[in-house]
């Protein structure tokens, strides 16, 4: 089976040191096994996103000498293929209206008696004590018909429930458990926008038929969810490789916030391709 990996980014700035490597370890993937890569625009998030930031990591990419097949998918001319995902995982019976503010769920979890920083965390925050999930349908369709708004969330025990077990397959780390405990009944929509990351990463893996998703250590503890959603709407698991996040000369992670570790400012800045392409390898 030919390798078929991507770069994902999503245009809110200009591409930084971080990002270029991995554009390149996707890419160096991909060559390595005579396979593809592929570039997709992550811009679902209309507010943040910019399309002259798309543009300018194009020009980024090809300054420092990458080369990725076309067309490129923007998931903003994709959000069919998400409503329709959803769909299919309502049809499940697995998602339900959450009407709860960040506040409420805060007190909720003081509520529930634990202090503020020993409640149940995980990459997504602090885990949803699950307030919505026992609502009766009618009040559910009556807080909605009132104009509330409400994200729609996955209630994972029941659909681990549906699944059963599960696993996915990192390449540097082996075999790893589904386990949800951490993420809890993450938002996959919300009113006002119909998908999420976690669902439009999902369906377009599976749509652009990735067979290695190659990404920063930062996103190891979501792909769990990635999988269960896979499992969920039938689709083949890709493997994956998350690689080490490079840091800058504090010891921090690259930020878009940091001009100075963009690639347009040290293009800029008189230096060539190649010291670039270094940097981006190094850590500073
Ligand atoms: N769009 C994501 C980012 O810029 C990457 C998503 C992924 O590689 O799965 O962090």
Redesign the pocket.
Known sequence: MSVIT?????PTGHLHLG?AY?AFFAERCAREAGGRFLIRI?DIDRERCRDLYAQAIFEDLAWLGLRWETPVRYQSAHFDDYINACARLDALQLLYPCFCSRREIRAEIRAAGYAPHAAPAGPEGPVYPGTCRDLSPAERQQRIASGASYALRLDTTRALAQTGPLTWFDRSRGEQPVNLEKLGDVVLARKDSPTS?HLS?TVD?HLQGITL????D??FAVTPL?RLLQALLGYNTPEYLHHGLRTGPEGQRYSKRDKSLSIRYLRESGLSPRQVQEMAHADL
């Open positions: 991507r770069f994902a980014p999503s990002s991995s992550e990351y990463v893996d998703v190659t990404r920063g930062d996103l990635h």
